[in-house]
């Protein structure tokens, strides 16, 4: 694995009668710049979208170099997320300035976390602003969680958005709660992209998810992918040369993407050229017994710190601190090498959450089913986060 891993952080209304057939065609792969390892471009089909997108995708929450972002689009990637939120509105700016007159080659889509429809669709126009298009090929409701969350209200504001043909297919993203809100989305005939959380660390119920969802038809898009990162340790850590592996990250990833009929594409975050790189050589060796191999050792490395979002510690806490949210959030920062949007994401939570002290409490409630150290890790937070 390349040393700059150690910087890596980590159906519904119809298209607009009026719009134009070359403004919302599918892309059409371009013949890919030269680039340092012969890659082998895999395409896959987002379910009923039609949309034709590289089965290695490009997500740019933590990119800060629309040079790298430009490259990925050279180099043959035809699929890049985005967000209004990432970087206070930065990233998507960046991204239109680095995707210019490159528009019409790739499929384009971002997030919003209005929880009104007045809101989304302020979000909305604000992303078609920065990111110097007219029209989104996938906007998600971000992040959510439970059904009663994907509002009726914020449903409307994506129909509104595809009657004015400014975006084209409506997605949900979620980081939990897969077992339950992703069969829900399946079967909502409102949703037609579906943005998960999926890795190696995480229940065949998730899978089965996933499965239940593109044999409905939705697209199917992976993030979290390489479950947290975890190689930012230092170099007297114990387990420093165990999480260093070569070889586990891309394996990781090549996890995610393995089966076709269940995920179209994976969204792995990118900072650098070498990750770029690195990442797509993962469409030229499919995943087997060695990658296995090398997964079933991460797993056991990561176990006590990574979170894997199966909602059991819900409720848990004695002091009403939402968990796996904080849990995630350090991640950002001691996994993926993030600090600045592990602290933006902290504050963001609720002044009763972002106070308490787990140092404070007799004794933590919360037991991980699955092995993470929970105190530690929220006490890590705590201290990394409320004390700057």
């Known amino acids: ?118 809101d989304a669709l302020s979000d909305l126009d604000a992303s078609l602003k920065s990111l110097q298009t007219d029209h989104l090929d996938i906007w998600y409701l971000h992040a959510k969680s439970k059904p009663e969350e994907v509002t009726d209200d914020l449903i409307d504001a994506q129909q509104t958005a595809k009657k004015a043909g400014k975006i084209r297919f409506a997605g949900v993203s979620t980081h939990a709660g897969q077992p339950e809100l992703v ?10 992209v579906i943005l998960s959380a999926y890795n190696f660390t995480l229940e065949p119920a998730v899978t089965a998810a996933l499965e239940q969802a593109a044999a409905a038809g939705k697209g199917v898009a992976v993030i979290k992918v390489m479950a947290g990162g975890f190689t930012r340790l230092k170099p007297d850590d114990p387990a420093y040369a165990k999480l260093k592996r070569d070889g586990a990250l891309l394996a990781a990833l090549k996890w995610a993407m393995r089966n076709p009929k269940v995920v179209h594409t994976a969204v792995p975050s990118i900072t650098d050229t070498d990750q770029l790189e690195e990442d797509l050589t993962a469409m030229r060796k499919p995943y087997g017994p060695a990658e296995a191999k090398l997964l079933a050792e991460r797993l056991d490395l990561i176990r006590p710190l990574y979170c894997r979002t199966c909602g059991r510690c819900d409720g848990q806490c004695r002091q009403g601190l939402p968990v796996a949210d904080m849990l995630r959030i350090l991640t950002y920062a001691d996994g993926y090498g993030q600090f600045a949007l592990g602290r933006e994401r902290f504050l963001e939570l609720a002044p009763q959450n972002t106070s308490v002290k787990c140092a404070d409490c007799p004794g933590c409630t919360v037991q991980c089913p699955h092995g993470v150290k929970v105190v530690e890790r929220l006490r890590k937070a705590q201290e990394l986060f409320a004390a700057v």
């Not at 039609?50 to 800060?64: E, R």
């Not at 239109?96 to 919003?112: C, E, I, M």
């Not at 069969?183 to 037609?192: H, Q, R």
Request: hydrophobic share 35%; with cysteine.
């Open 1 to 118: 694995m390349h040393s700059s891993r150690r910087n890596f952080l980590v159906a519904g209304l119809g298209l607009p009668v009026s719009a134009s057939a070359s403004r919302f065609a599918s892309p059409v792969p371009q013949a890919p710049a030269k680039r340092a390892s012969d890659i082998q471009f895999e395409y896959r089909v987002l379910g009923k979208t039609g949309l034709k997108v590289t089965s290695v995708a490009f997500g740019c929450m933590v990119t800060s170099d629309g040079s790298v972002v430009e490259r990925g689009a050279d180099m043959g990637i035809t699929y890049f997320d985005t967000a209004h939120s990432y970087q206070q509105g930065n990233n998507e700016r960046m991204v239109g300035a680095a995707l210019k007159g490159k528009r019409n080659n790739v499929t384009l889509s971002s997030k919003t976390h209005g929880l009104t429809k007045q």
């Open 183 to 192: 069969p829900w989305l399946a079967k909502n005939p409102n949703v037609d």
